[in-house]
C-alpha cells in the first residue's frame, strides 16, 4: 500500500465541469474521477492513466488556472493479490487488529452472543425423533446390538420380540419367544446370538441375523428349562458365559444346558443382574430385600453386599471407570456408588417424582438415562445432583426401559403404551451433515454458554423446561414433605440437649448396613 499526492485547486471549481451542459448528472464516482483526471498534471502511473481513458474516452484535461489555492490529497493504492481471493474455493482473508484499546466492551459482546445462543438452544431443543410402534402389548426389555448401531432388539409382555432397522424405523423380524413376560434380553459379546428369558422357566438363544423363511425364523438355536422364574440376564462382554437371576444367581456356558456356577446369599428373589463392562468377571444383582450383592464368577460364593432404605430396581455399571455403578431406586431417587466404599453414595441424582424403573450409561461414561412411573425420562451429568434434560410426550405411560446408543447421539425408551421412542442425547442438536462453518460456530456457542452459564438470566434460560402438570404438582408436594421433615428436626434439635440430635449428611441415611 502507497500513497501518491497530486495538487488540487478549489478556486475555481466550476472551471473543471465547463465543457458540460449544466444540467448534467453524474454519479458520484464519474464525476469524482473525470475531475481528479481533470486536475492532474501528470497521470499518477501508467495503468491509472490507462484506466481514465477507458471510463473516460471524450474527457480533456482541464488545468487549474491558479496554483496559489491548492491543497495536498493522498490517494490510497491497493494490490489485489494482498486480499481478492485466487479461486472461489479459497477462504475470505481476514484482516484483524488485535489491540485491546481498539475492541472496546469485549466481555459485553461476548454476554449478548452467550444470551442468543442458549435463547435459540431453547428454540431448536426438539428431541423427538421417531417412534417404533408395533408391538401388542406394553414394552418389558430393550437390548444393544455390540457391533452394530442400527440393531435393536425390544420384547413385550406377550412374549413377542422384535428386531428393529432403527434408522429406517421398521421391524426386520417379530418372533413369538415366549407364552408370557418377556423378562429380559441380552445379545453375546459377538452379536451373532441373542437370549431371551420368560416367565415360562425357558432361556432361549437365537441367532440375530435375519431368517431366510419364516419356519427357521421362530426355531431357537437352543432352549433351556429352569426349575424357577429367571428376572433378569446378562452376557459377559468378552467370554461366552452369562449369567441369570431369579431364586439365585447362575453362571452359564453357551454350550451347556445346566448351569457351571451357583451362588447364593440367602435372599428370597433377585430382580436385575448386570456384568462389569470393564472388569468383565464381576457382577452385582438388586436383591428384594433391598440389598445390592456383588459377584465374581471366578469365585465359588458372594463377595458383599449392602442394604438400602428402600428395594433398588436396576442399575448400571460406569462403562468406562470400572468401580462405579448407578442403582435406580423406590424412593424416587438413583444412587452412584463407589465399590472401594460403599458405606454412602457418592452421589444422589434426584428429579423424578415417583419410582425410578430403569437406567442405562452413556458410552462416554459421564452422563446416563433415566426412566421412571412418572412418565418421564431424565438425562443426568454423571456427577451432579439434577437432571439436565427432561423427556416427556402426552401419549407416553410408564417408562420401563431406556438405553443410551452406542455412538453417544441417540437414547431409547419403551413404555406401557406399546411404543418404543427415539430421541436425541442433545436436544438442541442438529442431525445430519455440518459445514464447517456450523461446526465452528457451533463449539463457539457452546465455549460461550460455558463462560456464561453462572450469569443469573443465561442460567434461569437454560434450566427452563417445560414438564407435565403431575410432575409439576408432585414436585411441590414433595418439596413440602421435605421442608415439613425438616423443620420438625430443628425443633426438636432446639428444645433438645445439645448434641443429642446430631446433624445428619442425607447420603449416609441410605445405605442401612454392609455385609460381607
Same mark, same amino acid.
Given at each position: ?364 461414561? !459421564? @452422563? ?6 412418572? =412418565?418421564?425420562? +431424565?438425562?443426568? /451429568?454423571?456427577?451432579?445432583? #439434577? %437432571? ?86 408432585? !414436585? @411441590? ?6 421442608? =415439613?421433615?425438616? +423443620?420438625?428436626? /430443628?425443633?426438636?434439635?432446639? #428444645? %433438645? ?20
Amino acid at each position: 500500500m502507497f500513497f501518491s499526492s497530486v495538487f488540487v485547486s478549489f478556486r475555481k471549481p466550476s472551471s473543471l465541469f465547463r465543457e458540460f451542459p449544466r444540467n448534467s448528472k453524474f454519479e458520484f464516482p464519474a464525476v469524482f474521477l473525470f475531475t481528479f483526471r481533470a486536475i492532474l498534471k501528470e497521470p499518477i502511473s501508467t495503468k491509472f492513466d490507462h484506466f481514465l481513458r477507458l471510463k473516460f474516452p471524450d474527457s480533456v484535461a482541464v488545468r487549474p488556472q491558479n496554483k496559489r489555492h491548492a491543497m495536498k490529497v493522498k490517494v490510497i493504492s491497493r494490490n489485489p493479490d494482498n486480499y481478492v481471493r485466487e479461486t472461489k474455493k479459497d477462504i475470505h482473508r481476514v484482516f484483524r487488529n488485535y489491540d485491546a484499546a481498539q475492541h472496546p466492551f469485549e466481555g459485553a459482546r461476548e454476554y449478548v452472543r452467550a444470551l442468543n445462543a442458549t435463547k435459540l438452544e431453547r428454540v431448536f431443543a426438539k428431541p423427538f425423533v421417531g417412534n417404533l410402534d408395533g408391538h401388542k402389548d406394553g414394552i418389558s426389555a430393550l437390548a444393544k446390538h455390540p457391533k452394530s448401531l442400527s440393531i435393536l432388539l425390544s420384547g413385550s409382555y406377550d412374549g413377542e420380540v422384535k428386531l428393529w432397522n432403527v434408522p429406517a424405523q421398521e421391524c426386520m423380524q417379530s418372533v413369538l419367544c415366549h407364552s408370557g413376560y418377556v423378562r429380559g434380553i441380552t445379545f453375546s459379546n459377538d452379536g451373532s446370538r441373542f437370549f431371551t428369558i420368560g416367565d415360562d422357566k425357558a432361556i432361549k438363544m437365537w441367532d440375530s441375523g435375519i431368517a431366510d423363511s419364516e419356519e427357521d425364523q421362530h426355531e431357537p438355536l437352543n432352549t433351556i428349562l429352569g426349575k424357577t422364574v429367571v428376572t433378569s440376564i446378562s452376557h459377559n462382554y468378552e467370554e461366552p458365559f452369562f449369567a441369570t437371576a431369579g431364586e439365585s444367581c447362575h453362571i452359564w456356558e453357551e454350550t451347556r444346558n445346566a448351569p457351571i456356577k451357583t451362588l447364593q446369599w440367602g435372599v428370597d428373589t433377585l430382580y436385575d443382574i448386570k456384568y462389569n463392562p470393564v472388569e468383565t468377571s464381576l457382577m452385582a444383582a438388586c436383591c428384594s430385600d433391598r440389598g445390592i450383592i456383588f459377584y465374581d464368577q471366578r469365585e465359588i460364593k458372594p463377595l458383599r453386599k449392602i442394604v438400602m432404605t428402600l428395594r433398588p430396581n436396576q442399575l448400571a455399571w460406569n462403562p468406562m471407570q470400572a468401580y462405579y455403578f448407578t442403582v435406580a431406586s423406590e424412593d424416587y431417587n438413583l444412587y452412584t456408588f463407589d465399590t472401594r466404599r460403599l458405606q454412602n453414595p457418592l452421589k444422589i441424582h434426584g428429579g423424578h417424582v415417583s419410582a425410578v424403573t430403569c437406567v442405562d450409561y452413556a458410552p462416554t461414561g !459421564r @452422563e446416563f438415562v433415566s426412566g421412571s412411573y412418572d =412418565k418421564t425420562i +431424565r438425562l443426568f /451429568d454423571a456427577h451432579k445432583a #439434577n %437432571s439436565r434434560e427432561i423427556y416427556h410426550t402426552k401419549r407416553m405411560q410408564h417408562v420401563t426401559c431406556v438405553g443410551w446408543s452406542l455412538d453417544n447421539k441417540y437414547v431409547y425408551s419403551g413404555s406401557d403404551e406399546m411404543n418404543v421412542r427415539l430421541w436425541k442425547a442433545r436436544a438442541a442438536e442438529k442431525l445430519g451433515a455440518l459445514q464447517p462453518r456450523e461446526k465452528q460456530a457451533f463449539k463457539y456457542n457452546e465455549a460461550l454458554k460455558e463462560k456464561y452459564a453462572a450469569h443469573p438470566q443465561i442460567r434461569r434460560i437454560a434450566q427452563h423446561r417445560q414438564v407435565p402438570k403431575m410432575v409439576y404438582k408432585e !414436585r @411441590e408436594k414433595l418439596q413440602t414433605v421435605k421442608q =415439613k421433615i425438616k +423443620r420438625k428436626e /430443628d425443633n426438636v434439635r432446639k #428444645n %433438645s440437649k445439645p448434641g443429642k440430635v446430631p446433624y445428619v449428611a442425607e447420603s449416609k441415611k441410605k445405605v442401612l448396613r454392609e455385609e460381607s
